[in-house]
């Protein structure tokens, strides 16, 4: 199969998070370009995320990742926005209980506030900011969001992260039910990757 075109040879994914580099690899297999990940550069320090929007931090990630690889830096900064909790976690997500907080962890922690909510007030929404950073040059950020409703039980083995509490109304099913390939398709990452894919063909290709 024929790959399209990209702007560079390789790009590296500035993300710890072993779910995010699982998407990112498979988003990526029909673009010529090598995927670099945190195995390639074992000592790529850790960011603090110490902004206090999505944008902030993913620029944040990408350009420091750039300045110590010198290679273009992807990075994503995502997170779970609850109406009924008025935006949380948002930014917080990855630490909602607390700094170290594993998955579950944080799934405990927002069913526990979630419990003696009615489902239908219970909408939410994943947002994923990708941020670009490009040598000698800019940073190009693109915005992705996914509507979905937190369901306290969880469901699906798949995905990662709130996938098995987010529920989508049109496939009736969570996150975590989906395949890598209907996730990519309808998910806030996926979303962002391809209005970023449209940035840079308008400029570059
Ligand atoms: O910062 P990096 O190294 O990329 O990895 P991270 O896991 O810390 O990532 P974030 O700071 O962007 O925090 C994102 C949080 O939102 C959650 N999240 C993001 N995308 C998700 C998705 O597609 N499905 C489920 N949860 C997601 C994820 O589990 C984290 O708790
Ligand atoms: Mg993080």
Same mark, same amino acid.
């Given at each position: 199969?024929?790959?399209? !075109?990209?702007?560079?040879?390789?790009? =590296?994914?500035?993300?710890?998070?072993?779910?995010?580099? +699982?998407?990112?690899?498979?988003?990526?297999?029909?673009?010529? =370009?090598?995927?670099?990940?945190?195995?390639?550069?074992?000592?790529?320090?850790?960011?603090?995320?110490?902004?206090?929007?999505?944008?902030?931090?993913?620029?944040?990630?990408?350009?420091?990742?750039?300045?110590?690889?010198?290679?273009?830096?992807?990075? &994503?900064? *995502? $997170?779970?926005?609850?109406?009924?909790?008025?935006?949380? @976690?948002?930014?917080?997500?990855? +630490?909602?209980? $607390?700094?170290?907080? !594993?998955?579950?962890?944080?799934?405990?922690?927002?069913?526990?506030?979630?419990?003696? =909510?009615?489902?239908?007030?219970?909408?939410?929404?994943?947002?994923?900011?990708?941020?670009?950073?490009? @040598?000698?040059?800019?940073?190009?950020?693109?915005?992705?969001?996914?509507?979905?409703?937190? =369901?306290?039980?969880?469901?699906?083995?798949?995905?990662?992260?709130? &996938?098995?509490?987010?529920?989508? @109304?049109?496939?009736?099913?969570?996150?975590?039910?989906? *395949?890598?390939?209907?996730?990519?398709?309808?998910?806030?990452?996926?979303?962002?990757?391809?209005?970023?894919?449209?940035?840079?063909?308008? +400029?570059?290709?």
């Amino acid at each position: 199969m024929c790959k399209q !075109t990209f702007p560079w040879k390789r790009i =590296v994914l500035a993300t710890k998070n072993k779910g995010k580099i +699982r998407e990112f690899s498979r988003m990526f297999e029909e673009f010529d =370009v090598e995927i670099l990940t945190i195995a390639d550069i074992p000592d790529m320090p850790d960011v603090v995320e110490d902004g206090k929007t999505f944008e902030a931090n993913a620029r944040k990630k990408a350009e420091t990742i750039l300045g110590f690889t010198g290679f273009p830096a992807l990075a &994503d900064d *995502s $997170g779970l926005e609850v109406d009924a909790l008025g935006g949380q @976690p948002g930014v917080y997500s990855a +630490r909602f209980a $607390g700094p170290n907080a !594993t998955d579950d962890e944080n799934n405990e922690k927002l069913t526990g506030m979630l419990r003696d =909510v009615a489902k239908e007030e219970r909408q939410a929404r994943f947002v994923s900011v990708l941020a670009l950073a490009i @040598p000698d040059g800019q940073t190009l950020l693109a915005k992705g969001t996914c509507e979905g409703i937190i =369901v306290l039980d969880a469901k699906g083995e798949r995905g990662f992260g709130y &996938d098995p509490h987010f529920f989508l @109304p049109d496939k009736q099913q969570t996150m975590a039910e989906l *395949s890598p390939e209907e996730k990519n398709r309808i998910s806030h990452r996926g979303v962002a990757l391809r209005k970023l894919e449209g940035l840079l063909k308008e +400029r570059f290709l």
